[in-house]
Every structure is written in C-alpha cells, then in structure tokens.
C-alpha cells in the first residue's frame, strides 16, 4: 500500500471515530452537566405546538399548491389535534355521525355511531363536552367487540313528548348484553321528568295510574363499570341495573327534587356481585333498591336523602314466584331526612326469602323509621289482605348504627306471625329523638339478639 492510500484510510478512521465516540474498551469521559438549570426535552406534541406557532405566519403567503408538501394547509391543525381527542383507543365521536346537539332529535346519528363502536375492538364511544344532544327511546345492544368505553363529557337529555314513548313506556336509554363496557367521563344523563311528575297519580290522584320510563338500564351487561357520571330528573327510576353480573358502580351523582314521584335512585334486580361506592343520591325514592335475585351486593360511602332510604325489596308480590336476596353488605352510609333509614320490605302471601344481611357503621339525621323490617308491606290501591305464607327474613345485623330519628319508633319489626324474623342482631345502636330524648322501639314476630349498648329496646 502507498503512503498516499494509507494517509487516506487513516484520515477515514479517524474521521468516523470521532462522529461515533470512542472505541470498546476505552473509558468515556464524564458527564459534565451544564451551568444554570437544565431544561427537560419539549414531548413530541409540545413540539408540534411550538412548530405550529412558529410557522403559522410564515406559510401565510404560500399559494394554494405549495402547502400540499406539508399535508395540505391544515396539517399543523390536524396533528395537534391529536392531543385534545386522543383517548387511548378507536375514538367514535357522535359528531362525527351527524349528531348537532341543537335540540333536534339525535337518536339516528348516536345508532349509527354506536353500530361503528360495537364492531371496533377497544373502542371509545365519546360525547363531547359543553354539549346537550336530545334523544328519543334509544337501545344500544349487543354483542360487542371486547373493552367499549362510553365517554360521556356531555348532556344526554330525554325527549319531553310523551308521545315519543309509545313504543315503550317502561325505558328510555337501554344498555343491553355488552360484555366488559365502561361508562365515564364526568357527564350528565337527563331524564326531563317533569313532564311526568306532573301526570302522576301520586302528585295527583285524579289522574290514571301508569308506568312512566327508566332513565338508563343495563340489561346483562357483564363486567361492567360505572363512574363519574350524573343522572338527574329521571321520568321514574334513575338507574336499573338488572340480571348483571360484576358490576362496580362508583362516584355516580343521583339527584331529582323530593317531591318527584317513583324516581328510586340506583334499582339492582336479579343481579350478583355488584359493588357501590362513593355515590351521592337525592330522590323522591328510595335511594338504593335491592330485588329478587340479587346476591352479593355491597354498598360503601353512601349518601342518600332526600328519598325513602336504603331497601332490600319490596320482595314477595307474586304469590306465583319466590323472591330472594342474599349476602347484602351496606357499610359507612349517610342517611339525612330520608322517610326510611334501612328498609326491608315484603307482601304478605309471597315466598322466598331475605337472607345475610349486614347494615353497619350508619349514621341517621332527621329519619324517619331509622330501622324498619315490614312484613306485612303493602302499597296497592286496594287492601293487600291477610295471608299465612311471607318471605321468610333471617339473619340480620345491625351494627353501629347512630343518630336522630323524626319518628317516634326508631326500630320496628313487624314480621310475619307463621314465619317470625330469625337471626336478628342489633349491636351498638343508639337512636334518639330529635330533642335528644329516648326513641322507642316496636317488635312483634321476631327473634332478636343484642350485642353492647342498644337503644331503644324492645319492651
């Protein structure tokens, strides 16, 4: 080799040595950190708006054809978007589907986007934020691809015509045999039930009685997850979650004026494994309602009233089936004015049964019947009568439960003389009156145990 060929490939070496660092086996030098503070690298789409900031003036001037290089003239628009609607996933946006939120109906433009997120794997069903979207009687059903996501930022708001629940009287939004589905996002489901309120034959009764629709139903939905959402000013109940299984309900906002006939707050029938927690519900009903074919049920960090409490039941008004709900745990709820505290209630001539029930760490302001099992329940038109058969209730436990009843009775029980209440502990109950005096207590047909400080006793 030639001088002049070896000066060349050392020149080479050396040139590519010092772009690429040093060689194996020699030792780095050391970081040597900058004066002053140091400055964290700008993420990728802080980039984008720094670029888009810098550059939006001097593309200006371009002519027509020259910004196609960059994407077309919304380019910089188009990719900063992507912060604000990226939500992990395959968005659906209802806008996109011809949703207006102008208070026309928008039930075709929510069904067609519904039947795009149901066939999407991971999809995010979205209704954006500082919107209000009126819908007719609308079902979204099932099967779907595994992992919907409901993101409701905004208003869902019902149909006020009565004339747009011909169809079906009993529902107005229905959420039916999806597996694994979420529903979030901070926003509201409105049922604009005044109307009905107003042709109730509890708020006056020379109007016929009949059925008025559920807000929202979840109809065998497995694997399903509620939060951050509020319901308010249902036509009837608020929320039905029935024949579910796995259920997590959590920081849910249920709300309607006192008065509102029937607006029970969140309704569970024939449902297992449910959780409840960190839920506010304020009702003319009862704020959580639990019905035949329910099992493991918990309810924690509750706040009801105004509304008619916390209930297992009604149970029992078919003497053709048997109701049963077992293994019922309501732990650290807050009652205020409410026209029941804990509730179970039965028909006479039922069967089945109310078993393994625990209502703990409870406190009552201002309630009336703080603790109550009746019996003998009965709110028809006409005389429920006299029967020997009942739903039978067994194992009940009462336990820290403290504060002021509006009644004069804070514990009644009034069980059935053939199947007589059994297994029912009170333990560490004080309830006294509003004055602070001595509440009493009412038992007939029960067999009653007591554990620490308990009062009012039954005579």
């Known amino acids: 080799m030639s001088a002049q060929c070896f000066l060349l490939v050392l020149a080479l070496f050396i040139s590519l040595y010092s772009c690429y660092g040093s060689l194996p086996g020699h030792e780095e030098l050391p970081y040597l950190s900058p004066p002053g503070d140091t400055i964290a690298y700008p993420t990728y789409l802080d980039t984008v708006e720094n670029r888009k900031a810098v550059f939006s003036s001097k593309f200006r001037s371009l002519t027509s054809d020259e910004p196609e290089m960059f994407g077309g003239e919304g380019w910089f628009d188009q990719i900063s978007s992507v912060k604000a609607s990226s939500e992990g996933g395959n968005v659906v946006n209802v806008d996109n589907f011809g949703a207006k939120a102008n208070g026309k109906d928008d039930s075709e433009a929510f069904k067609k986007a519904w039947k795009q997120a149901c066939k999407t794997k991971s999809a995010i069903f979205v209704v954006p934020k500082d919107k209000k979207y009126l819908l007719n009687p609308t079902t979204f059903s099932g099967p779907c691809k595994p992992n919907l996501t409901l993101k409701l930022y905004g208003t869902i708001e019902a149909s006020a015509d009565r004339n747009d629940y011909k169809q079906d009287l009993r529902h107005w939004l229905i959420f039916q045999n999806i597996q694994n589905f979420k529903v979030e996002g901070g926003g509201v489901i409105n049922g604009n039930g005044k109307i009905w309120w107003k042709n109730s034959c509890k708020t006056n009764k020379a109007f016929k009685c009949t059925h008025a629709p559920t807000a929202v139903t979840f109809y065998k939905c497995n694997n399903l997850k509620l939060n951050s959402i509020k319901i308010e000013d249902a036509q009837q109940m608020h929320v039905s979650i029935q024949s579910c299984v796995n259920v997590q309900a959590t920081n849910l906002m249920v709300t309607a004026p006192e008065e509102s006939p029937n607006t029970d707050g969140i ?7 449910i959780n409840l927690a960190n839920c506010v519900i304020k009702t003319g009903d009862d704020c959580i309602s639990i019905e035949s074919g329910s099992k493991k049920v918990r309810a924690t960090d509750i706040t009801c009233g105004p509304g008619h409490g916390i209930s297992i039941g009604s149970l029992g008004d078919s003497e053709k089936i048997a109701d049963y709900v077992s293994d019922v745990v309501i732990d650290r709820a807050t009652l205020t004015g409410t026209t029941n ?55 009940v436990v009462y336990k820290n439960i403290k504060g002021t009843t509006e009644s004069e009775v804070a514990i009644k029980f009034d069980c059935s003389k053939t199947y007589p209440c059994r297994g029912i502990v009170l333990q560490d109950v004080n309830l006294v009156t509003n004055t602070g005096e001595t509440a009493k207590a009412s038992c007939n047909n029960v067999k009653l145990g007591k554990k620490g400080k308990v009062s009012p006793q039954c005579s």
């Open 341 to 395: 505290g804990v509730r179970i209630k039965t028909y006479q001539g039922g069967s089945g049964g109310a078993n393994n029930i625990i209502f703990k760490n409870i406190v009552m302001k201002k309630v009336s019947n703080p603790i109550i099992i009746d019996q003998n329940y009965c709110d028809k038109e006409k005389p429920c009568g006299v029967h020997e058969s009942a739903v039978q209730v067994n194992n």
């Open 267 to 273: 309704h569970i029938t024939a449902t297992k494994n």
